[in-house]
């Protein structure tokens, strides 16, 4: 039975928190290492934390060097076959996403990341769902224009995280980006697209909180792509946000 690990990395996210840890923990897939990497909350998040200790594997909350030293902390003490991100401020969309995950694994063993859709919500307890984001309209193309799949409805395996390595800690918005450059213009992964919503993820997060957000993002985008070798510019950057406008339109 294919073990997964689940990493969630918080901070200061009291009033999600435990939304986010009821979505995986009652997962009908029982085979699962849950990890916390929490940073050093101020508020009452490691407190509700600890009321699910006993139904945790590790949970560690110390300082930390940003967003993506936390997610690498997370998957050096990870040991699952399959590993899933699901932060402190999204959930599961419901108790059977991992074994629908651990299902497409176990059918085709080449697979090396599985990417289901995100839908986004102003609050976790909304019915409404104010942007949609699919995974079927993702080419690898458009990478290159600084375009990339949903990255907390992927599911990799540790043979492939173990390949690409560790995500960028000089990265402050844009990690994830990096990772899937790194995952499919670099490596060639193999990968695999499904119609299934996965995650709910709260609004706001660091790349669209403002336009000064969404110029750090472009700039870390860019230095991704010429670290990797790949061609493009800042302008061509800029065109992945009419895609980013057709989530909202057409959710």
Not at 23 to 46: A, M, R, W
Not at 103 to 121: C, M, P
Not at 130 to 146: C, D, H
Request: hydrophobic share 40%.
């Amino acid at each position: 039975m294919l073990k997964v690990s689940i990493i969630t990395v918080c901070f200061n996210c009291e009033n999600t928190i435990e939304k986010t840890l009821n979505s995986v923990l009652n997962q009908n897939y029982k085979n699962i290492e849950y990890i916390i990497i929490d940073g050093s909350s101020t508020d009452n998040t490691t407190k509700i934390i600890n009321k699910y200790k006993d139904k945790i594997k590790v949970m560690i909350s110390e300082k930390d060097n940003g967003i993506y030293n936390a997610i690498n902390k997370g998957i050096k003490l990870a040991t699952g076959d399959i590993i899933s991100l699901i932060h402190g401020n999204d959930i599961f969309t419901n108790y059977g996403v991992v074994s629908e995950a651990v299902e497409h694994f176990k059918n085709d063993e080449k697979i090396d990341i599985l990417i289901g859709d995100v839908a986004f919500k102003k609050n976790l307890s909304d019915k409404k769902i104010v942007r949609y984001y699919p995974s079927k309209t993702f080419k690898t193309w458009m990478l290159r224009i600084g375009y990339s799949p949903p990255h907390l409805s992927s599911f990799f395996s540790k043979k492939a995280i173990d390949f690409v390595g560790l995500y960028g800690e000089n990265f402050i918005i844009a990690g994830d980006f990096d990772y899937f450059v790194r995952s499919f213009l670099v490596k060639k992964l193999i990968f695999k697209k499904i119609n299934y919503c996965m995650v709910y993820m709260s609004t706001g997060g660091a790349s669209g909180k403002n336009f000064k957000s969404y110029f750090l993002s472009s700039r870390e985008i860019n230095y991704s792509l010429k670290k990797n070798g790949i061609y493009s510019n800042i302008f061509l950057t800029y065109l992945r946000f009419p895609l980013k406008l057709l989530q909202v339109f057409f959710k």
